[in-house]
T-cell receptor
Framework: DVKVTQSSRYLVKRTGEKVFLECVQD?????MFWYRQDPGLGLRLIYF???????EKGDIPEGYSVSREKKERFSLILESASTNQTSMYLC?????????????FGPGTRLTVL | AQSVTQLGSHVSVSEGALVLLRCNYS??????LFWYVQYPNQGLQLLLK??????LVKGINGFEAEFKKSETSFHLTKPSAHMSDAAEYFC?????????????FGSGTRLSIRP
């Protein structure tokens, strides 16, 4: 079974702090994704990566950056956390860049910024 | 541009009753369609997907969905609801020519099951 793990289930940070969210997948997937999930808005894509050191902006990249130094690991970085970044963050991965491919999701990190 | 509309943010049915969750999509090209489920405090998992071929797609846990091109719909059904079906359900679309990175998710429908 594909396993996608996220470093924390719950995180509480203060405004202005730098925040790192880590995601690891164990199935040698090429694509990795970061979404945020908010009530009534579904999932919105922040960034994705289709290869090591490659990244592309999604629909809402402002205030976020990402890093992919190794194939299995994809990090989301909030350079200076703000209260409007309080949300559920979901990481996903998929095998290849093909439209019918399923995305496999981690359990999510619920981030609260005070 | 692709989009997905899920009708009803919250659906409540009795245990044993039919489950019907509605999804309409917009796509200028033949789409790939998905239903994902999210149980409380968990990530999303795939219920079923339509790529090509048979328009009635069967998924896990007794769910199925039918792709109706003329109605641009991909409604999810289950004949008899079980308490364990309580979760949030997301319909999603991916254009047939582009990458998996372009999956667009609907806003979700929360399914509650009454005893």
């Amino acid at each position: 079974d594909v396993k996608v793990t996220q470093s924390s289930r719950y995180l509480v940070k203060r405004t202005g702090e730098k925040v790192f969210l880590e995601c690891v997948q164990d199935m040698d997937h090429e694509n990795m994704f970061w979404y945020r999930q908010d009530p009534g808005l579904g999932l919105r894509l922040i960034y994705f990566s289709y290869d090591v050191k490659m990244k592309e902006k999604g629909d809402i990249p402002e205030g976020y950056s990402v890093s992919r130094e190794k194939k299995e690991r994809f990090s989301l970085i909030l350079e200076s956390a703000s209260t409007n970044q309080t949300s559920m963050y979901l990481c996903a991965s998929s095998f290849r860049d093909s439209p019918g491919d399923e995305q496999f999701f981690g359990p999510g990190t619920r981030l609260t910024v005070l | 541009a692709q989009s997905v509309t899920q009708l009803g943010s919250h659906v409540s049915v009795s245990e044993g009753a039919l489950v019907l969750l509605r999804c309409n999509y917009s796509s200028s090209v033949p789409p790939y369609l998905f239903w994902y489920v999210q149980y409380p405090n968990q990530g999303l998992q795939l219920l079923l997907k339509y790529t090509t071929g048979a328009t009635l797609v069967k998924g896990i846990n007794g769910f199925e969905a039918e792709f109706k091109k003329s109605e641009t719909s991909f409604h999810l059904t289950k004949p008899s609801a079980h308490m364990s079906d309580a979760a949030e359900y997301f319909c999603a679309v991916s254009p047939g020519y582009s990458s998996a990175s372009k999956i667009i998710f609907g806003s979700g429908t929360r399914l509650s099951i009454r005893p």
